[in-house]
């Protein structure tokens, strides 16, 4: 059973500030009962507020995301569960879930605090020596989007970790890249973009790859030629695998239907499957992973 006072260290920057901002501002967070579970929110929020007041929709331009609010604090209640809290905040299980550091078989204790995001997203450790540009850089993220939901003042240092908003895929600024030693393993390959929806977790380090949300059925395609070396189920259900013969391989989970065989060579762009939830998944996406010579790599270094 997890305590509230792992959670308060792990994300102790954040909460203070967003503590801070209960003391002065109404959260609103209260909403309204579904199926016999109820959010509410600490002392002193108005009981009128309305369960859209959480519910923020991926932001498609920079002046949309500077309106996103900031990360909120909840503390849970008697009778709360898991689903019900992410869902009527109006983000996935799995954000919910990642952003806490929590394990869906263990239910929520009353008196636990969790933070809630305004969207899908990740919270992500920031690395010593991190600037918020180098951030944005990295996950090709809006500025005044991190600043606005974590809460991050200009020019004000950053906490120990950072909450990275969802992202259209079609909407990512490209990412401006040095070129250098440390570079020179992301010039060896470049690949598109396997589907079209919304980056709802990123590359970190517990999770190797990017997850794309869309509908069922949303068809999946190569990153880039090469053989299939597997398609079928397996760890990530059903799922095709890409050698592309110069140590990278590219890994596509959670399908509904694959539309190749294992053996088959496939070039850029061929569809390869649809997008599903089999295996260990809370929602349509398509888990992508890409390996070089078996270590995964961040997606986001390479798509173009």
Request: aromatic share 6%.
């Amino acid at each position: 059973m997890l305590a509230a006072a792992p959670r308060l260290a792990t994300h102790g920057f954040i909460l203070a500030v967003a503590l801070l901002g209960t003391a002065l501002v109404p959260l609103g967070l209260r909403l309204p009962a579904a199926d016999g579970d109820v959010i509410q929110a600490s002392a002193g929020a108005p009981r009128s507020a309305r369960q859209a007041d959480l519910r923020v929709g991926t932001p498609s331009t920079a002046a949309q995301a500077g309106q996103l609010p900031a990360l909120r604090v909840y503390q849970v209640q008697p009778g709360d569960a898991l689903t019900s809290i992410a869902r009527q905040a109006g983000i996935n299980l799995d954000t919910l879930l990642q952003v806490n550091g929590l394990n869906a078989s263990q239910p929520p204790v009353p008196g636990d605090v969790m933070i809630i995001p305004p969207i899908d997203g990740t919270m992500i450790d920031v690395p010593p020596g991190e600037t918020l540009r180098d951030l944005t850089n990295a996950y090709r993220a809006d500025i005044t989007t991190i600043r606005a939901v974590n809460g991050l003042a200009e020019g004000s240092p950053l906490p120990r970790q950072v909450f990275i908003p969802a992202a259209d895929t079609q909407a990512l600024a490209p990412r401006q890249v040095t070129p250098g030693p440390a570079e020179r393993l992301h010039h060896l390959a470049r690949f598109i973009w396997p589907a079209q929806g919304t980056i709802t977790t990123y590359f970190w380090q517990y999770h190797p790859g990017l997850d794309i949300a869309n509908a069922v059925g949303t068809p999946e395609v190569a990153a880039d030629a090469g053989q299939v070396v597997f398609a079928g189920w397996g760890s990530y259900g059903i799922y095709v695998e890409i050698d592309h013969g110069n140590g990278f391989h590219t890994i596509y989970g959670h399908m509904s239907a694959v539309l190749v065989r294992t053996g088959e060579v496939v070039t850029p762009g061929q569809e390869i499957g649809l997008m599903g939830s089999t295996g260990r998944s809370t929602g349509p996406h398509l888990h992508f992973e890409i390996r070089y010579q078996g270590v995964p790599q961040n997606p986001l270094d390479f798509l173009s």
